[in-house]
């Protein structure tokens, strides 16, 4: 039997189409999506943390084997990332005052803006410790609750929240965790989505906000991105926008992957510290 499928080829091409978003010939239905960053400056207190944690990095970076070196990193850069949010986090402290986190404040004045506009936001998060100050923090901008689904939320609620959140009228702001709500919801009556941290994957990413930019999608859809300025949050989202094929391979298997190719004076630049 041969193995030329020329023939087949020609006979099931007419039928076949493949409708990627990012052509607009091809899937006219669905509105642009445009991405905004909103920048953040750091407080006092996150600068001291964020320097404090950067001078335990400067002890590990040169460790010769690659892999004991990444092992050392990831708590550290999780702690970096965990004060990008908010001090109380990095700390374990329960009281969460917003004025305390650049990117809360910055959060607060782009929700103020979309309520003022009565529009609905997916807000997505990967730590589920940071949804009940967030959730607390946006219905007090709202004026109403919002809804929260986590990776321990039962399948059967999932789907309830959905239904509720895309009723006419439904809670103005839905928060989800990144990993447990990266596919498979439909969230069309968002036409914000905001990434309160980064997973730094970039399809991970891009599958999160696409659950407002889905096929029924009526409306243009914003993608904010918040960003700490001077830290790794922002070296990144520059390596991925200047450099972005680059950065989708590396950053494809996870900012590990990326790590384990970088020299010490390359990791100290991407965290923010000196070069």
């Known amino acids: 039997m041969g193995t030329d499928y020329t023939p087949l080829r020609r006979l099931v091409r007419p039928f076949m189409l493949r409708r990627l978003k990012t052509v607009p010939g091809l899937l006219p239905e669905l509105p642009p999506k445009t991405e905004q960053p909103a920048y953040c400056l750091l407080t006092p207190e996150q600068t001291r943390l964020y320097a404090r944690e950067v001078e335990k990095l400067q002890s590990i970076i040169h460790e010769p084997d690659p892999q004991t070196r990444l092992t050392l990193l990831l ?27 650049g990117k809360m404040t910055r959060l607060g004045y782009l929700a103020r803006q979309i309520a003022a506009a009565g529009d609905a936001a997916l807000i997505f998060t990967q730590y589920r410790s940071m949804m009940e100050p967030l959730h607390d923090f946006l219905a ?52 914000h989505v905001i990434h309160f941290d980064r997973w730094w994957n970039p399809a991970v990413e891009n599958q999160a906000s696409d659950r407002a930019y889905r096929i029924g999608q009526q409306n243009p859809v914003i993608i904010h991105p918040l960003i700490c300025r001077g830290t790794i949050e922002e070296n990144i989202h520059t390596m991925l926008t200047r450099k972005r094929d680059m950065a989708d391979k590396l950053l494809s298997g996870g900012l590990e992957k990326l790590l384990l190719h970088l020299t010490p004076e390359e990791l100290l630049a991407l965290i923010g510290g000196a070069p």
């Not at 965990?82 to 001090?87: A, G």
């Not at 239904?163 to 498979?184: N, R, V």
């Open 75 to 101: 708590p550290i850069l999780s702690h970096l990332k965990q004060i990008c949010n908010h001090p109380a986090q990095y700390l374990g402290e329960s009281y969460y005052d917003p004025a305390q986190s």
């Open 140 to 191: 007090g901008i709202f004026g109403a609750p919002g809804l929260v689904l986590h990776g321990g939320t039962p399948i059967a609620e999932r789907q309830r929240l959905v239904q509720q959140f895309q009723h006419p009228g439904g809670p103005p702001f839905f928060l989800l965790s990144l990993k447990a709500a990266g596919t498979g919801l439909t969230l069309t009556r968002a036409r």
